[in-house]
């Protein structure tokens, strides 16, 4: 039977009563729903996502929320530092907790018989406070690491989750740094296999950050990428079609023809030949992910803006403001077509002046420009080249920053019950899922950009884990990135995750009690994500080498004279 003990590590510290600031709008919210909302079933409570209208008294509920921990955020300057300091004193509590299930640092290499499991999760600044304690632990356990496909052992507990960590980016980066020096990347560096080797493939990830990312993929959506899907697109129709409306013509057969089910991008106007030529402006592989974008906006799913924009701003980084500020990251629905003015003057007049209101905030003068210490650990992506495009995959030149991708299994609506109901809910089970992470990996040549989607045949049965071999995760896990031209920084086996999530999975800054991310981030532990090799027989019980004949040298080598140096 195995005991599992989740600690959480949170830091609040804001030096200020939010529950007191909240009170008068829950009062307020009370009042004017029982006056405006009627009916609840015609609207929402926001805890799930849902088209219907925001109830009034959750709307004012949420709003004097926000208003408390805007004023609490006002403190951050404060509340951080504080984390940092207290930082060794909470790592000494929790190795007490790890003694009392044997668990010592000493012992790591007997844990995969301990029934007792241990996962910490720090949240925010005790994400931050994680970070901190850990950091120089995991640089020297890099440093000393042999490599040669020897397993490296989680520096706390099973597992570290850093949840929307509101840390600088450089306690991630430093630690990458260290594996980095030891592995090959590129032709003359060294021995790229060993690289590949340096962790075992039943290496299980140690440190994992999720961080609920802002742009989707990772720098947005460039010119160039829709002029690819453009000519993707247009092979579908042939080569003999010239004017724009032989080309709508076409395309609206080629929609009408398409197979039932098939995806197919629709440009939301009433007029059925502007749909098709709208749908011509935007590439088949950028479809659906532009499609799933729009949907969870019109639900009201957002992405973590405390540490994308918050953070940077209290470390004197105005940069991240001005992009948004100037639609850098846009409504990717019309990515490929807002490159160009609209043609309504007021649209063309409002769009320049919010393009350089947020260029003006970009160049301010005296910003913190070192991106490893005004962004957080989940908000630092690596550089795309500028030349290469969606269906182009190189290796950026600064292999730092964000290493995986999670969300939900085909863009299912995340899933969310109050935890006293989570036992006997049917709907929040979690699967056994015993070798997908080997399977994975073993569907792709050494393992690089393996999906969890996309998994290799079941493994003969493991007699220690006799069901569950043929299981799945309960979200999607991509090494790298999709759709975003770029190879992963990190080589399959590697142990720490720094993986950007998609809304579905985790929502905004605390939205991460969705039923598939909590199953997932357990199934690391409660079950074996990778099969360990079949240890090796005693000594006793092997058989003896076969006897070799003595060296002897050829009659026309050469006599040395001497002791061989």
């Not at 099973?158 to 980016?169: K, R, T, Y």
């Not at 042939?238 to 609206?252: L, M």
């Not at 403001?321 to 003057?345: H, K, Q, T, Y």
Request: proline share 9%; charged share 20%.
């Amino acid at each position: 039977m195995k005991e599992v003990t989740a600690v959480y590590v949170g830091w609040r510290g804001a030096r200020l009563n939010e529950t007191r600031l909240h009170l008068p709008f829950i009062a307020m919210g009370n009042s004017v729903g029982a006056l405006l909302d009627g009916d609840a079933a015609h609207c929402s409570n926001g805890v799930l996502p849902s088209e219907k209208p925001l109830c009034w008294k959750n709307w004012i509920n949420s709003w004097g929320d926000s208003l408390a921990s805007g004023v609490a955020t006002l403190t951050l300057f404060d509340r951080k530092p504080v984390s940092e300091y207290i930082a060794p004193h909470a790592l000494m509590a929790l190795r007490k907790i790890e003694q009392v299930l044997n668990k010592q640092p000493g012992t790591k290499a007997k844990q995969r018989d301990n029934p007792n499991k241990m996962i910490v999760i720090g949240h925010s600044l005790g994400g931050n406070m994680l970070a901190t304690a850990l950091k120089d632990h995991l640089i020297k356990a890099v440093h000393n690491h042999p490599g040669a496909n020897a397993y490296f052992y989680p520096p706390l507990g099973d597992l570290v989750v850093l949840i929307n960590p509101a840390a600088e980016a450089s306690k991630w980066t430093d630690v990458q740094r260290a594996v980095w020096e030891k592995v090959a990347f590129f032709e003359g560096e060294g021995d790229l296999m060993a690289g590949h080797r340096f962790f075992p493939a039943h290496q299980s990830p140690v440190v994992i950050s999720v961080t609920s990312a802002y742009s989707w993929p990772p720098g947005g959506i460039r010119p160039g990428d829709c002029a690819i899907a453009m000519r993707q697109k247009l092979s579908l129709l042939g080569q003999d079609v010239n004017s724009p409306d032989e080309i709508c013509a076409r395309y609206k057969q080629f929609l009408e023809a398409k197979k039932p089910g098939e995806f197919i991008f629709h440009d939301e106007t009433p007029n059925p030949d502007e749909r098709a030529c709208g749908a011509l402006r935007t590439p088949f592989a950028l479809d659906q992910a532009v499609e799933n974008i729009d949907r969870k906006k019109k639900i009201g799913i957002k992405s973590d803006l405390a540490t994308y924009l918050a953070f940077p701003l209290f470390r004197g980084d105005l940069r991240p403001l001005g992009a948004m500020i100037a639609g850098v990251a846009r409504d990717l629905r019309a990515a490929c077509e807002n490159f160009s003015l609209p043609e309504n003057r007021q649209d063309q007049r409002a769009l320049r002046f919010w393009q350089r209101v947020g260029e003006f905030v970009s160049d301010l003068p005296f910003q913190n420009t070192d991106i490893e210490s005004s962004r957080t650990i989940g908000h630092l992506d690596p550089p795309r080249s500028s030349v290469n495009l969606v269906d182009t995959l190189r290796m950026p030149a600064r292999q730092l920053g964000t290493t995986h991708e999670i969300r939900s299994i085909r863009w299912a609506p995340p899933s969310q019950a109050d935890y006293k109901d989570i036992p006997a809910d049917p709907s929040l089970n979690c699967a056994v899922s015993h070798d997908w992470l080997t399977r994975a990996r073993r569907a792709q040549t050494n393992g690089t950009q393996w999906e969890s989607a996309i998994l290799a045949p079941p493994l003969d049965p493991d007699p220690a884990n006799p069901r569950g071999s043929d299981g799945h995760p309960a979200v999607e896990m991509t090494h790298g990135f999709r759709l975003a031209g770029m190879l992963p920084i990190t080589r399959a086996n590697d142990p720490f995750w720094n993986m950007r999530a998609y809304d579905d999975v985790l929502m905004s800054h605390g939205g991460f009690m969705f039923s598939s991310f909590i199953c997932a981030i357990n199934q690391f532990v409660m079950d074996r994500p990778t099969r360990w090799p079949l240890p090796s027989p005693p000594a006793e019980l092997q058989s003896p080498p076969m006897p070799q004949e003595p060296h002897r040298p050829a009659a026309d080598a050469p006599k040395i004279r001497g002791r061989a140096r």
